[in-house]
C-alpha cells in the first residue's frame, strides 16, 4: 500500500487544517521544506492540495507548487481549485502525475472522461468526500448525493483511481471509520486512496489488509501522532 504524505498549501504555508476550517489552520512551514522532510523519510509521492484554490481562488499558491514540483522530483497527485479542464490540463503539463477532480467532477462529470482520454485514466482521480453517507463539495459546504453511487459513476466515466475522505473523522486524530472506506473498495475495481482520520500504525494496518491501495497522512503525521517511517512499514510499502 503506497503512502501519501500531504503538503496543504494555504497562502504559501504548509498547514493541517481541522475539518476543514480555515480559521483552523496551523502551519508548518514553507511547503518545500515539508516536502523534502517526508521525502527524507522515505515518501516516493507526494499528496499536495491548494487550499486556496478549494475555498476559491485557483492561480493562488502556483508558484510555490511549480517549485515542489521542480525541486523534489517525485510523483505528485494534486487538488485544489482545479474548476476547469483548462486548469487540469496545465497542470499535467507541469507534471503532476494525476490531478484530483472534486467539484468539477460532479458539476461537469464528462470533464472525467475528456480529460480521462486526452491524458489517460491514471492521470485522473476522482474525489469523494463523504459526510454522513453524502458526497460534499465547494469546501464541504454542499451535498452532491451519494457517495457509493458517485464512486460507481466515477469508475464508468474512466476515472483511474479514487480519493475517498472521510469528512467526518478528517483532521481529528481519533482514528479511522472502517466500514465507509471498505464500502467503496467493495463497490469499484479501480483502486481506492483512503484519507482522513489515519491516527495509527493500526489504521494503517486495517486499511492494507482492507486492500485500500494507497493512504493519505495528515494532521497525525504533522503533530507527531504517527510516525512516517512506522507507517511505511505498516503499510508494506518500501518506502
Avoid at 490540463?89 to 494525476?98: A, C, H, K, Q
Avoid at 458526497?135 to 454542499?142: A, C, I, L, T
Amino acid at each position: 500500500m503506497n503512502v501519501y504524505p500531504a503538503v496543504d498549501v494555504l497562502d504559501g504555508s504548509c498547514v493541517q487544517l481541522v475539518q476543514g476550517k480555515r480559521d483552523r489552520a496551523t502551519v508548518y512551514g514553507t511547503p518545500l521544506e515539508c516536502a523534502c522532510r517526508w521525502i527524507g523519510q522515505g515518501a516516493r509521492a507526494l499528496h499536495i492540495i491548494n487550499l486556496n484554490g478549494a475555498f476559491g481562488d485557483a492561480v493562488a499558491n502556483a508558484r510555490e507548487i511549480r517549485e515542489l514540483i521542480a525541486e523534489t522530483g517525485v510523483e505528485v497527485q494534486l487538488g485544489g481549485g482545479i474548476r476547469s479542464i483548462e486548469d487540469a490540463d496545465e497542470w499535467l503539463s507541469l507534471g503532476v502525475e494525476r490531478v484530483i477532480l472534486g467539484t468539477l467532477a460532479t458539476r461537469t462529470p464528462g470533464a472525467v472522461t475528456e480529460l480521462a482520454d486526452r491524458h489517460g485514466s491514471s492521470a485522473v482521480m476522482a474525489s469523494i468526500d463523504a459526510r454522513g453517507g453524502d458526497v460534499v463539495v465547494e469546501g464541504w459546504e454542499r451535498s452532491a448525493g451519494d457517495y457509493l453511487a458517485w464512486a460507481e459513476r466515477f469508475e464508468q466515466l474512466g476515472a483511474g483511481s479514487l480519493l475517498f475522505t472521510n469528512v467526518d473523522v478528517e483532521g481529528l486524530c481519533q482514528g479511522i471509520a472502517p466500514d465507509p472506506v471498505r464500502r467503496v473498495t467493495e463497490r469499484v475495481r479501480i483502486p481506492v486512496v483512503a484519507a482522513g482520520g489515519i491516527s495509527s500504525t493500526e489504521d494503517v494496518s486495517t486499511l492494507a489488509a482492507m486492500g485500500v491501495y494507497g493512504i493519505v497522512l495528515g494532521s497525525a503525521l504533522y503533530r507527531g501522532t504517527i510516525d512516517f517511517q512506522a507507517a511505511l512499514r505498516a503499510a508494506g510499502a518500501g518506502g
